[in-house]
């Protein structure tokens, strides 16, 4: 079985750091590069579920599934 990874990119914020979050399970807070490599992914699930949130206001993505 090969490694599962996914590569994220979002624009549309300012905010100085973004958290980032899979199946609805927080997995990073970042400063806001506007991309994100998630080489973490060890599930045996062929999907998962991605947004992006700014850090200090209840401002988020729409969720993307991403199909390995």
Do not use: M
Request: hydrophobic fraction near 35%; aromatic fraction near 8%; charged fraction near 25%.
């Amino acid at each position: 079985k090969g490694q599962k990874w996914a590569e994220l990119s979002w624009v549309g914020t300012e905010a100085n750091s973004v958290r980032i979050f899979r199946d609805g399970s927080e997995l990073a807070v970042i400063d806001n590069a506007g991309s994100y490599s998630d080489d973490s992914v060890n599930n045996p699930t062929k999907s998962a579920v991605y947004k992006v949130c700014e850090v200090d206001v209840a401002i988020c993505s729409n969720e993307v599934e991403v199909t390995f």
